[in-house]
């Protein structure tokens, strides 16, 4: 799959920059682009797009889409730069290829365009970011979920990362409630499985999903069943004792 891409994307670079050309001759100097915010480029990519793609600089683990670093590393290899990646990443948020999975202007004007600037900057680029940009989402901070009245709280993390709010969760046997709230625009559910197999609905932008089972001493597993997210890292363990 890796290969595929990588020989598809410099098609497109080509493509583009043909394009890019025709527009500045036609736009001489009127054509502007705006300075990009990479720090707001960062978290919109964290909540629209990482769900999907896996970005190491942006600790998205997305796995519906192609991994970002794995796409470009061949171009980078290339000696293509992040000008041009930033481009091609722009013309793909407002033209997804025939794929029908990636939704078409997810984004639109600056906000494409600091997403696209992220994304051409850091991908398939070692190490981390630092600065403002290491700073620009939070790290989520996960505590272990301890049962009050029968109820565990386990939040969805708000700014959209694959990864509830804790990695662990202790309950007493009997009937037990998981409650997750999700005020990302990524959707999410959560769900039990081990003795017992529970799904509950799936929530986004401020939704509650919850769900109940009875459950005897043991170890169980709570994770988000929506596709990838459980593989992307957002489960955790219960322990019922
Ligand atoms: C619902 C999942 C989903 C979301 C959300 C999503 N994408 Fe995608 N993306 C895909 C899939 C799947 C592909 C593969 C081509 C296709 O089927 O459209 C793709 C392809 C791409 C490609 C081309 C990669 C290549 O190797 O050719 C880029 C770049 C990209 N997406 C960037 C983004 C950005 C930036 C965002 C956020 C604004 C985003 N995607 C949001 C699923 C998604």
Redesign the pocket.
């Known amino acids: 799959m890796v290969r595929t891409?990588a020989r598809?994307?410099p098609r497109r670079l080509v493509a583009l920059a043909a394009g890019a050309l025709v527009l500045v001759v036609l736009g001489g100097c009127t054509l502007k682009h705006p300075t990009a915010n990479l720090v707001r480029g960062k978290q919109?990519?964290v909540s629209?797009?990482g769900?999907?793609?896996t970005l190491s600089h942006a600790g998205a683990t997305g796995a519906?889409?192609?991994n970002?670093d794995a796409?470009f590393r061949q171009d980078r290899a290339d000696g293509y730069h992040s000008n041009d990646f930033r481009g091609?990443?722009d013309y793909?948020?407002q033209f997804?290829?025939n794929?029908?999975?990636?939704?078409a202007m997810?984004?639109k004007g600056q906000a494409?365009e600091n997403?696209?600037s992220y994304?051409a900057a850091v991908a398939a680029k070692p190490g981390q970011d630092t600065g403002a940009l290491a700073l620009a989402v939070a790290n989520v901070n996960q505590k272990p979920a301890v049962e009050q009245n029968g109820a565990l709280e386990i939040d969805a993390d708000p700014t959209g990362q694959l990864k509830f709010l804790a990695s662990s969760a202790t309950a007493k046997p009997g009937s037990v409630t998981l409650k997750m709230k999700n005020m990302s625009s990524v959707p999410h559910d959560i769900a039990i499985k081990g003795a017992v197999n529970q799904v509950g609905p799936v929530v986004t932008g401020g939704g509650v999903s919850t769900v109940t089972a009875t459950l005897k001493p043991g170890t169980y597993e709570f994770y988000c069943s929506v596709d990838g997210h459980e593989a992307a890292g957002m489960k955790g363990t219960l322990t019922v004792k």
């Open positions: 891409l598809r994307i919109l990519f629209k797009c769900s999907c793609h519906v889409g192609p970002l796409a091609l990443v793909w948020i997804p290829s794929g029908n999975v990636m939704p997810l984004l494409a997403v696209a994304v």
